[in-house]
């Protein structure tokens, strides 16, 4: 069986960079903004992220299926989608550390202080929320990209399995 490698690092790392290039442009559109009057436009930038995150395991298994015109069984492809999956959320985490350094994304103090400016901790109760908060823009932030990361890969490699089909069935057997 041919490596897998090569396969896992191109899904996993274009998915990562194509995410990253998503939340520069939700930060430039505003869209991230607690105040946005316009939530659509967050809700649209959330569903491209997890669209994003779907296709590093379909990218993966695409380039594994094409590369070496085979056929791979389902549990291959979700294998192929979490080794991607995992790439895409350490890289896209790097990507992301990166830009806040540059200063193009906010950092999670600044973060944290644009939805103390909106009010939304000035209700009873909000110590609360802003410790819910805090928890989301610091670790909670490394914890779902990782989850949804694995969890998007994995199903993004079983689609890809099933769509991406080359050479025989009886060659998918042998390999197996």
Known sequence: MPSKIQS???GGLLSAVTGVIVA???QMSGASDPLNPQPVLGVIFGLLGCMVALSSGLVAVWHY???NELTISGGQGVGIGVLAGIVYAVAAIALSWLLVAVGLLPSPE???DMVRQSGAFDTPGAEQAEAITKIMVTWGYLVITAISGIVMGLIGGAIGAAVFKRG???E???SE
């Open 110 to 112: 600044e973060t944290l």
């Open 168 to 170: 025989s069935e009886e």
């Open 65 to 67: 299926t094409s590369e």
């Open 8 to 10: 896992i690092l191109v």
């Open 172 to 174: 998918m057997e042998l």
């Open 24 to 26: 520069v442009a939700q």
